[in-house]
């Protein structure tokens, strides 16, 4: 097959609200200041409803209202010095990550430059500091001068120009940002500095200058680096998601964009590629798949027809055609790969207030520079010092760190996660984590593995026409329509019971599920039409449930004739015992000594107070449907309680969305879990652990971050209008504000 490039509008998907969202990579970005740049711009697009930019992953997610206004946003970004890609969304791009080692490349070759200048321009200003003109020689001193400005001059016209291009195009776009501070500030230093170079009695700033553009190229390659890594990281938990994939249209295999996928689409997916959304294996399909990236298991499984292959599952033996199931809404990705993005691309909730804040910082530092000019010059008479105090205010502030505070804090936090096997959906949930007191855990599938034990089978009533291996085959052909713990399980069990006598799979028509309750479908068998129905006792009619072991799940098939109202022909009982998370006792009590741990399940009442009793649980609730899970979290929350709810995310999306941080367990559904913040890839609570340890990291981490920024700021900037700080001093507290900032940042990197 043959592909074709994809645009941008290509990549997108249509949101169930009928507006467009989609991700892109950022290109020519060297600091936060470039994120505001790109969205003030964005505002002027037409049908651009929300672009946003993180300035430290560098990925960028909008909403439009069609799908044609990313194309004028992306020509918007190419006149303003940017570029928006498509190639990046894929990790294998060979042409993407080309571009980005040159970026790299440059980077470092200008910080490198500004650093050999800055010590040759150092060493030759050093004399000036140490001695007065008459002891060096009025010669010498300008001969050191003229050295300094032969240094400086290129280092001014390469290392600057990235910032005197965007700050014009700023300006001529009637924006104020912060690279209009440190193109000003060079080129006035540079330009008072040359023409004093015969003045020896006044200072010249050519080491400031080269200080200034050190410190920052310095700070900002090394934010690369770390970036770098951690996106590479992250980029490498979705390897090899395909942007497009065959798609079986008009009698022929054409390719098509992923997001343009629906449910029912049949896809063909190569040996070596990653499934990108949640799909089902159709009548006479079988294949092995490497499911790690998804389950956390090395061992290749093996899918017959009618199985789930869930996103990011890798094909192992050959070439695999699929039905596409697990779709988010019917129209958006259901993969790893878009969570990944979102996540990358999104923006701490502060950056709202940021964004706004930080042109009207750029406009107070300037007139505060103007004002501490004027004030030296008019009232003290001294144009010297007003000169000084000019260049000082308008090197020494840093809003670049202020705007860098959170999102670095975010991004190393969405790394050191997704080592832990944590993907983040909702980024805006790092930033609400750290108030949580109240954990409600759903039981099955959260609490419990996934490796049920069929316990028993009970025929409560029978009939003629259903011999107990008809039954169990339709028991296993409706389980496979199900990503439930239990189906999937009672459905795993039943088949390797049933080895000696191989189940034959049951057709099925208008299969249809109940969150919370079951499955329901119509078949003919014996020449005669029925109705079937496999999940919980009110939802089968069951009269009541009978005992189960030791807390055992129980399962209920009911069979009855189409068209018949009334008590089930057939009914029978399936006990599935759930075994417990093997590290649930020691996390549970590690959980327990800062939350309040809550079961809340909608088993039956026994089985939830039955099963695993030397658990100490805050409270156990049971017999909880979605609306009662949902208005129990209301009722916590009302008492002024932050709550995260875990659960399978079957039907969880209410609970889910009530909840202040919802995590979707592992393995629990196919991805489909719409509301859940965070997904879980591998079982157990210890993931969930880490990720309440690193939210209270994060956001002491990001708090330390933005009180350093404006404190320092605070303090810098009048002392430097007052003439007490040099604009050398300025220089270098500009750039170690922002060393400051990512070096703090880092330190959640290397959490364990």
Not at 58 to 83: D, E, H
Not at 330 to 338: E, K, T
Not at 385 to 410: D, E, G, H, K, N
């Amino acid at each position: 097959m043959n592909t074709t490039p994809l645009t941008l509008a290509d990549t997108q998907h249509l949101r169930p609200d009928g507006r467009w969202q989609g991700f892109a990579r950022v290109e020519g970005m060297d600091c936060a200041a470039c994120a505001l740049d790109l969205e003030q711009a964005a505002r002027h697009v037409q049908g651009l409803d929300q672009f946003e930019v993180n300035p430290a992953s560098g990925w960028a997610s909008w909403v439009a209202t069609g799908a044609q206004a990313i194309t004028a946003m992306a020509q918007q970004a190419r006149r303003l010095g940017y570029g928006l890609t498509v190639q990046a969304c894929e990790s294998t791009d060979r042409v993407a990550g080309q571009r980005h080692s040159q970026q790299a490349r440059s980077r470092l070759l200008r910080f490198l430059v500004a650093l050999l200048a800055m010590m040759q321009i150092m060493m030759y200003s050093a004399p000036e500091y140490l001695y007065s003109v008459a002891d060096i020689g009025t010669q010498e001193a300008s001969l050191l001068r003229w050295a300094q400005w032969v240094i400086a001059l290129p280092l001014v016209l390469y290392c600057v120009r990235p910032y005197v291009s965007r700050a014009w195009r700023a300006a001529r776009d009637g924006r104020l940002v912060m690279d209009q501070l440190v193109a000003v500030s060079v080129w006035l230093a540079f330009a008072l500095s040359s023409l004093r170079l015969t003045d020896l009695s006044q200072p010249v700033w050519f080491d400031s200058v080269a200080m200034l553009l050190t410190l920052l190229l310095g700070v900002q390659w090394w934010m690369g680096l770390y970036t770098a890594k951690a996106l590479t990281f992250l980029a490498a938990q979705q390897s090899d998601f395909p942007v497009q994939v065959a798609v079986w249209r008009n009698e022929e295999w054409a390719p098509q964009a992923v997001s343009r996928l629906a449910s029912g689409d049949r896809i063909r997916l190569s040996q070596g590629q990653v499934c990108p959304v949640d799909a089902q294996l159709p009548a006479g399909a079988h294949g092995w798949l490497d499911e790690s990236m998804r389950t956390g298991e090395a061992d290749p499984v093996y899918r017959q027809p009618r199985d789930w292959v869930l996103a990011g599952s890798r094909v192992l033996s050959h070439t695999l055609e699929l039905e596409v199931r697990g779709l988010d809404g019917q129209s958006s990705l259901g993969q790893l790969g878009h969570l990944l993005r979102k996540a990358v691309a999104g923006r701490p909730g502060h950056r709202s207030v940021m964004d706004r804040a930080l042109p009207w910082f750029v406009g107070v530092v300037a007139l505060c520079a103007l004002g501490s000019g004027l004030w030296w010059a008019q009232v003290q008479g001294d144009s010297a010092q007003a000169w000084s105090a000019v260049v000082a205010v308008l090197m020494v502030t840093c809003p670049c760190a202020l705007a860098l505070a959170q999102p670095l804090v975010r991004l190393f936090a969405m790394r050191n996660l997704a080592a832990s096997g944590v993907l983040i959906r909702n980024p805006e949930a790092l930033d609400r984590l750290h108030a949580v007191r109240v954990l409600a855990l759903d039981k099955t599938g959260t609490l419990t593995s996934g490796t049920a034990q069929l316990r028993g089978v009970e025929v409560q009533s029978a009939s003629p026409h259903w011999p107990r291996h008809d039954l169990l085959a339709l028991a296993v052909s409706l389980a496979g329509h199900s990503m439930h713990p239990l189906s999937r399980a009672l459905m795993r069990e039943l088949v390797l019971q049933a080895r000696d006598k191989p189940l034959s799979p049951v057709v099925l028509d208008s299969v249809q599920e109940q969150k919370g309750l079951g499955l329901s479908a119509h078949l003919s068998h014996h020449a005669q039409a029925w109705s079937a129905r496999l999940g919980s006792a009110r939802h089968v009619g069951a009269l009541a449930d009978c005992p189960g072991a030791n807390g055992a799940s129980q399962v209920w098939l009911s069979v009855a004739p189409a068209g018949q109202a009334g008590a089930p022909w057939v009914l029978v009982r399936f006990d599935l015992h759930m075994p417990d998370s093997p590290d649930l006792a020691g996390a549970l009590a590690a959980l327990k000594s800062n939350y309040a741990v809550h079961v809340v399940s909608g088993d039956r009442c026994e089985a939830v107070e039955t099963w695993s009793p030397e658990l100490r649980f805050t409270s156990r609730q049971a017999e909880l449907d979605p609306q009662a899970k949902t208005e129990w979290i209301a009722r916590e929350q009302a008492k002024g309680l932050s709550v995260l709810m875990m659960g399978d995310g079957m039907n969880d999306a209410a609970p889910f969305a009530q909840a202040d941080v919802s995590v979707a367990a592992a393995g629990a559904s196919n991805l489909s879990a719409s509301q859940a913040d965070l997904l879980m890839l591998r079982p157990g609570l210890t993931p969930l652990q880490h990720v309440l340890g690193i939210g209270r990291w994060a956001h002491r981490l990001g708090a330390q971050n933005l009180v350093w920024s404006v404190v320092y700021n605070l303090v810098a900037l009048p002392l430097a209008m007052s003439n007490h700080l040099t604009p050398w001093m300025a220089a270098l507290g500009m750039g170690l504000s922002s060393a400051v900032v990512v070096a703090n940042s880092l330190r959640l990197g290397r959490l364990e």
